[in-house]
T-cell receptor
Framework: AQSVTQLDSQVPVFEEAPVELRCNYS??????LFWYVQYPNQGLQLLLK??????LVKGINGFEAEFNKSQTSFHLRKPSVHISDTAEYFC?????????????FGGGTRVLVKP | EPEVTQTPSHQVTQMGQEVILRCVPI?????FYWYRQILGQKVEFLVS????????KSEIFDDQFSVERPDGSNFTLKIRSTKLEDSAMYFC?????????????FGEGSWLTVV
């Protein structure tokens, strides 16, 4: 079975400051990694995903994440946040396998960007 | 941009009543899913559906739950006899492919309150 841990449930940050959201996973098999964002009153939207290749993945809205296999981590970063980045961010994994596409989510991190 | 749409956005129901949550997946997608998030808990996988049958389900998805694709566009989740613990946000999702790594697109959710 897989599990995902997001170490911070809430992260307050000032506008234009950098932010890092931490995600660690546990799995006995290889996984793909995802970050989703949920803006207030909206659904989950994919920010970025890691499938293979370069461990640094760039996503939408200036976010990027780095896959670290030895530390089983996939931390999300943005160098300068905007008020509009206020949202909840979810890290998720799915197994690398021939069939089946099921996501296992972390608990989420609420980011509150302050002016 | 194509999106997954869900109705209703919010439903309040009496314990023991049947509830049907409706979803219109993205039109060229072949794989459909339901996830739920109980307040304060993680987003959890319920079921995946392909080619008019369930391809995978979690332990949560017991005999009280059923899914159906009644026509070419809708995908529904039925809860036969609701319990208080079924109160949650239910997310419908779809993907073009069924293998791990395929992007799963989520709707905005249906908030179910059982009283």
């Amino acid at each position: 079975a897989q599990s995902v841990t997001q170490l911070d449930s809430q992260v307050p940050v000032f506008e234009e400051a950098p932010v890092e959201l931490r995600c660690n996973y546990s799995s006995s098999v290889s996984v793909y990694l995802f970050w989703y964002v949920q803006y207030p009153n909206q659904g989950l939207q994919l920010l970025l995903k890691y499938l293979s290749g370069s461990t640094l993945v760039k996503g939408i809205n200036g976010f990027e994440a780095e896959f670290n296999k030895s530390q089983t981590s996939f931390h999300l970063r943005k160098p300068s946040v905007h008020i509009s980045d206020t949202a909840e961010y979810f890290c998720a994994v799915s197994k690398v396998r021939a069939a089946g596409n099921k996501l296992t989510f972390g608990g989420g991190t609420r980011v509150l960007v302050k002016p | 941009e194509p999106e997954v749409t869900q109705t209703p956005s919010h439903q309040v129901t009496q314990m023991g009543q049947e509830v049907i949550l409706r979803c219109v997946p993205i039109s060229n997608h072949l794989y459909f899913y339901w996830y739920r998030q109980i307040l304060g808990q993680k987003v959890e996988f319920l079921v995946s559906f392909y080619n008019n049958e369930i391809s995978e389900k979690s332990e949560i998805f017991d005999d009280q739950f059923s899914v159906e694709r009644p026509d070419g566009s809708n995908f529904t989740l039925k809860i036969r006899s609701t319990k208080l613990e079924d109160s949650a946000m239910y997310f419908c999702a779809s993907s073009e492919g069924g293998q791990g790594g395929n992007t799963i697109y989520f709707g905005e959710g249906s908030w179910l309150t059982v009283v």
